[in-house]
């Protein structure tokens, strides 16, 4: 065989090559990049950063449950049952205001039917810069509309392997695609106890000095919530935005004590609701003054998570308007919270029954 038909006969090879595995790629799309999931296919959800965005972009929904950790857990049939939605959800752990606003112009961008969103507004990612993003290593080749860098997905062994292929082990295995209540929903995964609590809990040493509010905080928070909240709410006033500050545990409030950020934060969360109330498509929920829940330790695995049953609670509550703030009753509200948590007895948490019972001794 001559030496020129040899290689042409190998570029051929390789171009097949490369074109079967191209095609399989596309075809499965296991990250829906470039369609729904394909019909007969069973589809396993379980990494919500490489998902999300193709799930927004390709699904059939005309409701969207998205935020941080504090959503993963919520059950899109509980919300569609009460709203008569049809809705996905896109949590992402650790995000911040921006990374989950960048999602939904994603949905909204492909997706002209989106009657309701609903999503958290972490107090945690609050004050800080309106371009933060705490994740790294995105997989920028999912999230953009650029042609040229889909080479990264199409031609990618680690996509093949890991995702593709997994489809396909997934489906012999007996698997059908992950529903929406299920997909990245921990829940079951952890025990919730007070005791465990107690014994897992590091607390912060007592700073001394008091925390307030800067003119800079003020700006961040103005710039953060204008740039990934506010923005999308005033660009779509057919659409209901169903805002919520979720119950962290005691324990977080404890922090803010110790570390001397309490009326810090407080004032945050005051000059939050104020921007968000003047905006009459926000539902705007909070769950801080639900003290019944907050001061519970078994309902959480840590100081910021709570288990199903507040997950539920929290999806019965705004769907009932239980806990909606509004400019007539927010700043009863925020004396509550001022009376409450800057005056509660932190300490009392950290003693056990029995050195209860031998101090009175």
């Known amino acids: 065989m001559k030496t020129s038909t040899y290689i042409k006969i190998t570029i051929a090879g390789i171009i097949l090559t490369l074109g079967a595995f191209i095609g399989i790629n596309v075809y499965v799309d296991p990250l829906f990049h470039y369609h729904a999931p394909t019909e ?22 005309d409701s969207i449950i998205t935020g941080t950790s504090m959503t993963q857990n919520f059950k899109t049939s509980l919300w569609d049952n009460y709203f008569g939605t049809t809705s996905i959800k896109t949590p992402f752990a650790g995000a911040t205001y921006k990374e989950v606003n960048d999602l939904l112009k994603c949905a909204f961008d492909h997706n002209d039917s989106i009657a309701v969103v609903m999503r958290s ?11 933060e993003m705490d ?9 953009d509309n650029n042609l040229l860098n889909d080479v990264n997905y199409v031609l990618n062994k680690e996509i093949f392997f890991s995702f593709t292929e997994y489809v396909r082990t997934f489906m012999k295995l007996g698997g059908s695609s992950t529903d929406f209540d299920t997909y990245k929903n921990w829940s079951g995964m952890y025990q919730y106890d007070e005791n465990l609590m107690r014994e897992s809990f590091v607390r912060r040493e007592k700073q001394e000095e008091i925390q307030v509010l800067s003119e800079d905080d003020v700006r ?26 979720p119950p962290y545990s005691i324990y977080f409030w404890d922090d ?26 926000i539902k705007l929920y909070s769950f801080f003054d639900n003290t019944d829940i907050i001061c519970n330790l078994n309902y ?33 509200y925020m004396e ?26």
């Open 40 to 61: 007969g296919l069973e589809y396993p959800l379980y990494d919500e950063r490489y998902m999300n965005y193709g799930i927004a972009k390709h699904f059939t929904y």
């Open 121 to 131: 507004l972490d107090p945690t990612v609050l004050i800080v810069e309106k371009d």
């Open 135 to 143: 994740y790294e290593d995105y997989p920028d080749y999912l999230y």
């Open 220 to 245: 961040k928070i103005k710039e953060n919530l204008e740039a990934n909240v506010i923005s999308l709410v005033r660009e779509h006033p057919e659409t209901d935005f169903y805002l919520f500050f």
């Open 256 to 281: 803010l004590s110790q570390d001397g950020q309490m009326l810090r934060t407080l004032e945050a969360h005051r000059k939050a609701i104020e921007m968000l109330l003047e905006y009459e498509n």
């Open 300 to 332: 959480y695995k840590d100081s910021l998570h709570y288990n199903q049953e507040i997950s539920d609670l929290i999806m019965d509550s705004m769907a009932l308007g239980e806990g909606r703030l509004t400019k007539e009753n927010y700043k009863e």
């Open 336 to 361: 509550f919270l001022h009376e409450f948590y800057v005056n509660y007895d932190y300490e009392a948490l950290f003693y056990q029954p029995e050195e209860i019972e031998t101090e009175e001794m």
